[in-house]
Every structure is written in structure tokens, then in C-alpha cells.
């Protein structure tokens, strides 16, 4: 269970070039205020990639609307 006022949110980070999401992680909302955006393994296309930030609550491999 959360804590009240609790500033870290999970969110989910999506492929910019499968638009898979498969990687979660927490952020300190008051502290990165703009968009993570991390370089990690795809196993889909087998090499690094670019992963952005999204809202975790999207459906399981949902990539957000353009």
C-alpha cells in the first residue's frame, strides 16, 4: 500500500520502434518532471532501443495514441 503524499509513480516505457511496452519502472515525479526516455534490450527485434515514458495504466503493450 502507498503511502500518503507518496512522490515516486510506476510508469511504463514503451518501444519507439515496436511500440511494445515490457519494461516498468518508478520515478520521483517532483524531481524528473519531463519524459524518461531509456535505451534497453528489445527482445522482439533482438538489439537496443529506445524506450519513452507512458501513463502505465494503457492496456498490456499498448502503444499511447499520436
Same mark, same amino acid.
Given at each position: 500500500?502507498? +503511502? ?5 509513480? &510506476? $510508469? ?23 519524459? &524518461? ?5 528489445? /527482445? ?5 532501443? $529506445?524506450?519513452?515514458?507512458? +501513463?502505465?495504466? &494503457?492496456?498490456?503493450?499498448?502503444? /499511447?495514441?499520436?
Amino acid at each position: 500500500m502507498a +503511502k500518503k503524499g507518496e512522490k515516486r509513480k &510506476l $510508469i511504463g516505457l514503451v518501444s519507439e520502434e515496436s511500440g511494445e511496452r515490457i519494461y516498468y519502472t518508478s520515478k520521483n515525479t517532483m524531481n524528473t518532471t519531463e519524459k &524518461l526516455s531509456l535505451k534497453k534490450y528489445s /527482445p522482439k527485434l533482438r538489439k537496443h532501443v $529506445i524506450f519513452t515514458e507512458t +501513463k502505465k495504466n &494503457l492496456g498490456r503493450n499498448e502503444a /499511447p495514441k499520436r
